[in-house]
């Protein structure tokens, strides 16, 4: 195995150029990890996933909305969402930044 070490705050500049919401910056056959980035005022678009997925929040507040019920965010929050269950960040007045992880 090669280890692999980014600093995330380095991606962020990438996400700015692509004005994207989500960044993937790494990938195995069964390993995916990347940021999501939520302005205020910006909608998430997220589908449910087909693999479990798990959220690391690094900044920001909202909720975060899973199957019917919400949770406030808040620095260093882990959460965990199962495949196929709908979910969604919302009503957040900071950039919301989360780094997620899914299994392929």
């Known amino acids: ?3 692999k070490l980014i600093d995330i705050r380095n ?9 994207s919401g989500f ?5 195995l056959e069964h390993l995916q990890a990347g ?12 589908e449910p ?3 479990d997925e798990v959220y690391l929040v690094l900044e920001g507040d909202g ?3 899973i ?19 709908e979910h969604k960040f919302y009503g957040n007045t900071k950039e919301i930044l989360v780094l997620y992880f899914f299994s392929n």
């Not at 962020?12 to 004005?19: A, G, Q, S, V």
């Not at 940021?35 to 997220?46: H, V």
């Open 1 to 3: 195995m090669n280890e």
């Open 11 to 19: 991606l962020i500049p990438k996400m700015d150029l692509d004005n």
């Open 23 to 27: 960044l993937n910056f790494f990938e």
């Open 35 to 46: 940021i999501l980035r939520l302005r205020p005022g910006e909608q998430d678009t997220q």
């Open 49 to 51: 996933h087909s693999s």
């Open 63 to 65: 909720f975060i909305e």
């Open 67 to 85: 199957g019917k019920k919400s949770y406030s965010l808040k620095k260093d929050l882990f959460i965990f969402v199962p495949a196929e269950v």
